[in-house]
Every structure is written in structure tokens, then in C-alpha cells.
């Protein structure tokens, strides 16, 4: 038998709840195998680890509506809970798919939406380590920070890393205006982005503040351990081979890794090989080290983006 412990952190328990507990008891006649404790902010359910899974995604849907609409009926309830049962293509059962990774601001629910998606989920499963390479627009980096929310909602990690190179085409920091902050902002803000779609601002600027998600170029990983961190290297094709082998070896003892990168980008100078592909290369068949390699087939920007790196690919 299994536990699974469940924190409420966008939602106050009353909505959840109900009145002297009756949505929470509505939902309880859906699961009779389990036996379901909340007090507070705080569900514990015991019982099979396939129902519990079950329990926690109907619970989070029921979180997701309520962030969405502003109220959480007990017919509401009903409707999601019925659509789960009889799998009949509802949205509620779309919704309550393995895809699902996690649910952000105002009802969004996070999911994978192609095979390679899919597959770098199951491999950060299954191992602490991913390479996720692949053109612009797959998904990789959304993917991959969407994992570490979850990890990090799941009390799996207890913080989460985000890091980049700052290297760009034809620019130099130097020439930048503004102090250190303002002048790496500008290379964080695709991480930031895919955060505020995953977490409540004021929960954000907590996080943020407290630096249980810290974001910070490349070079400031020099000298750290990253212990019960979900770490995400970005933009993994502008680190040189030094600089990936630093980023590699600050792993500790509890953690998960993820590196992202498309190699047919590489801003370096040209003296500078990209570390990405050596890294690749030394560590394919290590065991808990998996490598996810995403196409065309995995963009999901404008359809325009697709052909875009399709007439690229055929003339390289």
C-alpha cells in the first residue's frame, strides 16, 4: 500500500472542501478503495499507487476548473468526476490523460503534446538525466520546465535550477545598459515566460525571492552542488565543452538534470566547439543518462515555424 500526500496551494481548501466537507465527500464515493485524510491545506490518501495517481489528476483538474471559472459546483464535480468514469473523449477525460504534466494560471492544463514530448517525460521518469535537443518551436524548454514544476508541487525536489549561457549572435554583454540583473534578464526571459504560465505570480515572486527557483546564467553553477534540485540547463549547444562538463559535475546525490539544446544553432565563436554534441556523444550509454532527440514533427508555433525549419533542414 501506497501514500500520497497532496499540498493545496492554488486553491483555498473551503472551495475544494465544500461546506462541512460535502464536495470532499462527493469526490471520496469516487475513490472507496482509498482511504482519504484532509486536514487543512493537506490530503493524504492511502491505497493502490494506480488509484492514487488517479486521485491526484482528479484532484487537480478540480483545481484547474475552479482557478478557470471561480467556482466549483457539486454538480461541477459530478460532471468531471462522470467524464473520468466513462472515458467517452470528454474534455474532463481529455484532461485526466497521462499526458497531463501540470496545471497552471487560470485553468491551464500543461501536457505533452507530441511523441517526443511524451518521451522526455517518461525518460526524466525513468532516469535523473535527459538531453532534449531539437529545433526551435518543440517544445523542449517548455517541456522541461513544466517537469520541474511538477517535481517541485510534488515535493519530489525541494528547488529548481534554471540556467543558461548568456551567448547571443553578435552581441556582448559589455554593450549592454543596466547593472548585472538588467543586462541577463534578457537571455532568462524565455524561462521566466514558461514559469508564469505554471505558477501564480505572488507564488512565483515567493519562489523567486526565497530562491526556491533560482535563475542564473551558466557561469554562476561554477563551485555549486545541486542537491535535491530539478535542474534545467537551456540553450545547452552555447556552452563549451569546459563549461558542460562544470554544469554536468554539479550534480548531487538527489537531483534530476535536464539539457536543452538545438545544435544547428550554435552561437559560439568559431574557435569554440559547442560542448552539447561531445557531451551527447560520451554519456549516450550511461545508465540513468537518456537522450531525446525532437523534430519538425514536434513544433507546435505557428505552422509557419514548422516550414521554417523544414526548408532549413533540407538545405543542410
Known sequence: MSEKKIILED????????????????????????KIVARGETIKASGEEEELNQFEMVINILIAY???????????????????AKRNGSAENTSTSDDVITFGNSGLIVKARTDNQRKMVEAITKN????????AGTGKTYTAVALAVRALKNKEVKKIILTRPAV???????FLPGDLKEKLDPYLQPLYDALGDMIAPEKLSYYLENRIIQIAPLAFMRGRTLDNAFAILDEAQNA????????LTRMGSSAKFVITGD??????PKHQPSGLPQAMRLLKNIEGVDIVELDGTDVIRHKLVKKIVEMYDQKS
Do not use: H
Not at 459546483?73 to 467524464?83: K, R, W
Open 263 to 268: 545544435i544547428t544553432q550554435i552561437d559560439l
Open 128 to 135: 535523473d538525466m535527459l538531453f532534449a535537443v531539437g529545433p
Open 11 to 34: 486553491i483555498a481548501p473551503v472551495n475544494l472542501y465544500g461546506v462541512n466537507d460535502s464536495k470532499l465527500e462527493l469526490i471520496k464515493t469516487r475513490f472507496p478503495k482509498l
Open 168 to 174: 547571443e549572435a553578435g552581441e556582448n554583454l559589455g
Open 240 to 247: 563549451t565543452e569546459g563549461q558542460l562538463k562544470m554544469f
Open 66 to 84: 475552479y482557478n478557470r471559472f471561480g467556482n466549483l459546483t457539486e454538480n461541477a464535480i459530478e460532471q468531471i468526476l462522470n467524464g473520468r
